[in-house]
């Protein structure tokens, strides 16, 4: 049976993914889906998915005799000889209206196959996950548990516990796709910036003041605020503390407080300062890592280490770099080294980094090295620790005119640090397919160009947090 799979009726166990982020995606999806490209970070994540499939087809070639699916029928004719792996299978049942290609359908010792999927998440609980396999299983009428061959070489499996999640799942599609209408919808800083559908979106977020595009506050606050009169940016403007109710995520007078401030600063762009932060004194170095989740064996490898000292000039950044994974202890070592050497050289040493990833990360290689009584570690994980997170007074102290506190959003903003990166697509995710394009880079010319792109922007990078040392400086003098 030749069946048309490209229908939006039908329900894929891939309309998950988009499902568990966002209702009104699945809807715009089936109703008036978007054309979008997709963009170098999430096709290097297909890339890197495809290797892993492809490596757990070699294996299951290696065990059993493997044959690749063209279609329904095919799928259906190979089930019933019997053929102990089918690659790339297709199911449908049309009557539920699910469809679905798993990456394998594995014949148990019963006789009935069980699905399988290759994915680079290290754990199966992921609720996409769980569906996506949970819908495998319903298209195979059996009760045997889906195996998942996840990123870091584990094998699980999913069975009955999945249920009601794909039940809830298929209830949830069959009134999306049934509904005329696009279902209401919040504004989220991080899931609709990256949202091909952020422009139909964002028109109505704005004409409506919605209050979700104000930074801290959940959609699920706004609900709560809309059903006490609270439905607008300037209506929250002009709310008293006192009147504003305790709904979730804003309880507390000084949440509230901030969340008035952060109305006046959205829709007036003034900067708000609510107390005078305490900057360390000292000579500070500006420190930044780039680092690549997604090595073979799933260990985040620091690729660089990059700092900028004194006098803060371009000249003046300094960094640790290796060129893979297997080099990843030498270049904690160069680190180490870097900091004692910057200890040595400064007697009052501020190590500025913006978020908490750079100490995160300095406390798991300490860990995957057995190096917690390293002096250098103990100092700069310790009580007299050098390291600052410059986002703390930010977020301490100030009410700025953004819905999100990156190190970008206040560096790019023109009436704030107003720094721009020379690489206007730069981004980690960006540094992170570069230096994949690097590692697969055969020619030394342009493998060292690849490498000259990743450290401009890491420098940037490092000149941007100086730059907004001097800026909160000048502010809080
Ligand atoms: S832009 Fe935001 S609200 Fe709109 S569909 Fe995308 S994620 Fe959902």
Redesign the pocket.
Same mark, same amino acid.
């Given at each position: 049976m030749a069946a048309n799979t490209s229908t939006k009726s039908l329900i894929k166990p891939s309309d998950a993914t988009a499902w568990v982020?966002?209702i009104?995606?699945v809807w715009?999806d089936k109703h008036q889906a978007t054309e979008f490209i997709i963009d170098s970070f999430n096709q290097l994540l297909i890339d890197r998915r495809l290797e892993h499939e492809t490596a757990v087809l070699t294996k299951l070639e290696n065990q059993y005799p493997v044959i690749k699916a063209n279609s329904f029928d095919h799928t259906r004719a190979l089930m019933q000889q019997g053929i102990p792996v089918i690659y790339q299978g297709r199911l449908l049942d049309e009557q539920e209206g699910l469809v679905g290609f798993p990456d394998f359908l594995i014949r148990h010792e019963s006789g009935q196959y069980q699905p399988a999927d290759a994915k680079l998440s290290l754990s199966e609980h992921k609720k996409s996950i769980q569906i996506q396999l949970g819908i495998y299983r319903r298209l195979l009428f059996n009760k045997l548990p889906a195996i998942v061959f996840l990123g870091d070489g584990r094998t699980a499996t999913l069975g009955n516990e999945v249920d009601p999640l794909v039940d809830a799942f298929i209830t949830g599609m069959k009134s999306l796709i049934n509904a005329q209408q696009q279902p209401a919808?919040? &504004?989220?800083h991080s899931?609709?910036r990256i949202?091909? &559908?952020?422009n139909?979106?964002?028109q109505e977020f704005e004409a409506k003041e919605d209050l979700s595009l104000l930074y801290g506050i959940h959609g699920n606050t706004a609900d709560h605020l809309a059903e006490f009169g609270i439905s607008t940016i300037t209506q929250l403007a002009m709310s008293k503390v006192e009147s504003i109710p305790e709904v979730p995520y804003l309880k507390g007078n000084k949440r509230k407080y901030r969340a008035i401030l952060q109305a006046k600063s959205f829709l007036t762009g003034k900067i708000f300062q609510l107390d005078n932060a305490m900057l360390p004194e000292g000579t500070w170095i500006h420190f930044d890592i780039e680092d690549n989740a997604l090595t073979p064996a799933r260990e985040r490898h620091v690729y660089l280490w990059g700092f900028l000292v004194p006098t803060y000039t371009r000249e003046n950044f300094e960094y640790v770099w290796t060129d893979d994974e297997t080099s990843d202890y030498e270049g904690w070592e160069g680190f180490l080294q870097k900091i004692d050497h910057y200890r040595s050289q400064y007697s009052s040493l501020v190590l500025a980094h913006y978020s908490n990833h750079e100490k995160a990360t300095i406390k798991q290689y300490a860990e995957r090295y057995a190096m917690k009584d390293h002096p250098i570690v103990i100092w700069l994980l310790g009580d007299e620790s050098p390291l600052f997170d410059i986002q703390k007074p930010i977020l301490d102290c100030l009410i700025l005119p953004l819905q999100g506190y990156g190190l970008k959003d206040i560096c790019k903003h023109p009436n704030l640090v107003n720094f721009q990166w020379e690489n206007k697509d730069s981004s980690s995710q960006w540094s992170v397919v570069q230096f994949s394009r690097f590692q697969s880079e055969t020619n030394s010319i342009k493998k060292q160009k690849i490498k000259n792109t990743i450290l401009g922007y890491n420098r940037d990078d490092v000149i941007a947090t100086r730059q907004l040392e001097v800026w909160l400086k000048r502010l809080f003098s």
């Open positions: 982020s966002c009104r995606r715009l919808a919040r &504004y989220s899931k609709c949202c091909p &559908y952020n139909h979106c964002s």
